[in-house]
């Protein structure tokens, strides 16, 4: 059998050039990814208010449509406030007494939810309006 001997001088390793050019192209992934990121943020808070201006419609419809008395709601502000704080409760029928409640909504989004309702003092109902009134 032959005998091989390894230079013993030479290490295993990356050399600085390859280290720098992989820095490199990790800083420009992370200079193309963080402003999306910010994005997805913004957008999921949208989506969220999105969704709880649906509930607070649906909510406010539901208990108007149980029979709740809306004499008291003269604004979409205060059909919010009567959704949140479970204040809509119908006075007769098969549900008199039980209350109808979207349960709190966070304050930051309170604004951008009551940009999506518009209160209907006509048909005294709660619309969900798919485009903001703040865009």
Same mark, same amino acid.
């Given at each position: ?8 001088? =030479?290490? #295993? ?7 720098? @050019? ?6 420009? &992934? +992370? /200079?193309? %990814? ?10 999921? =808070?949208? #989506? ?7 509930? @607070? ?6 208990? &108007? +449509? /149980?029979? %709740? ?12 406030? #009567? ?53």
């Amino acid at each position: 059998m032959k005998n091989i001997k390894l230079n013993p001088s =030479r290490k #295993a390793g990356f050399s600085l050039v390859e280290m720098l @050019v992989v820095i490199a192209i990790i800083g420009i &992934i +992370a /200079a193309i %990814a963080i402003p999306n990121i910010g994005n997805l943020n913004a957008s999921a =808070r949208d #989506a969220s208010a999105r969704r709880n201006a649906q509930t @607070v419609a649906s909510v406010v419809n539901a208990a &108007i +449509a /149980a029979g %709740a008395d809306t004499s008291s709601i003269s604004s979409t502000e205060t059909a919010v406030a #009567a959704a949140e704080g479970g204040s809509l409760m119908p006075t007769k029928g098969a549900f008199k007494n039980k209350v109808f409640t979207s349960g709190a909504i966070n304050a930051e989004d309170r604004a951008t939810v009551l940009s999506y309702l518009t209160w209907d003092n006509t048909n005294q109902q709660l619309n969900y309006t798919t485009t903001s009134s703040a865009q």
